[in-house]
Nanobody
């Protein structure tokens, strides 16, 4: 059971990187996939979640209208497209999977990737 997040790096404000989370070791479509982020010295915060089928997505207010999350169950990937980045979006971004409810809370997730750092310069 593994999750691999990628796509982070140094981005200028206003940039549009695309992250990716690749899963292996289980039936990917059995899990909802969430993204969280953690800035230095802060708690891990909810960013977005996508349902098992991909038919439902929910976003944090802080990223709504700027981030779009999608999934490809044939490829076992979930990809958030991040647009109009701001310096306050700087954080380590984590993908996670769950079969539980309470999808906005890190404690509800069963499996976590290692995180990918996104640094937004002004």
């Amino acid at each position: 059971v593994q999750l691999q997040a990628s796509g982070g790096g140094l981005v200028q404000a206003g940039g549009s990187p695309r992250l990716s989370c690749a899963a292996s070791g289980r039936t990917f479509s059995n899990y909802a996939t969430g993204w969280f982020r953690q800035a230095p010295g802060k708690e891990r915060d909810f960013v977005a979640v996508i349902s098992r089928s991909g038919g439902t997505t929910v976003y944090a207010d802080s990223v709504k209208g700027r981030f779009t999350i999608s999934r490809d169950n044939a490829k076992n990937t979930v990809d958030p497209q991040m647009n109009s980045l701001k310096p306050e979006d700087t954080a380590v971004y984590y993908c996670a999977e769950t079969t539980n409810s309470g999808l906005y809370y890190p404690g509800s997730y069963d499996y976590w990737g290692q995180g990918t750092l996104v640094t937004v310069s002004s």
